[in-house]
């Protein structure tokens, strides 16, 4: 059974930093692609990063320079370092396993002063 479960959200000053944690379980992980996806009230869910099997990285135009996406294998685990964080990015935050079908229950990232 495959579970995929992020954490590491919360509130942060606009211009601070955060980072979040995607652990999956049940899976091969090290032979999937994962992303990171975002979803605002009344908005559609987009792509926010995402990282292949072989570790290239690909960044939605208003992530990047600001958001590194990374894994690591041994531990399952994908990540999202957030820094110089705006108010519009506020969101839950999701993760998700290519291919798998599998999305997290999602974690919330509120910046606000």
């Known amino acids: 059974q495959v579970h995929v479960v992020e954490s590491g959200g919360g509130l942060v000053q606009p211009g601070g930093s955060l980072r979040l944690s995607c652990a999956a379980s049940?899976?091969?992980?090290?032979?999937?692609?994962m992303g990171w996806y975002r979803q605002s009230p009344g908005k559609q869910r987009d792509l926010v990063a995402a990282i292949t099997s072989g570790g290239t990285t690909n960044y939605a135009d208003f992530v990047k320079g600001r958001f590194t996406i990374s894994r690591d294998n041994a531990k399952n685990t994908v990540y999202l370092q957030m820094n110089t964080l705006k108010p519009e990015d506020t969101a839950v935050y999701y993760c998700?396993?290519?291919?798998?079908?599998?999305w997290g229950q999602g974690t919330q990232v509120t910046v606000s002063s």
């Open positions: 998700y396993a290519w291919g798998t079908g599998h």
């Open positions: 049940g899976i091969i992980f090290s032979a999937y692609a």
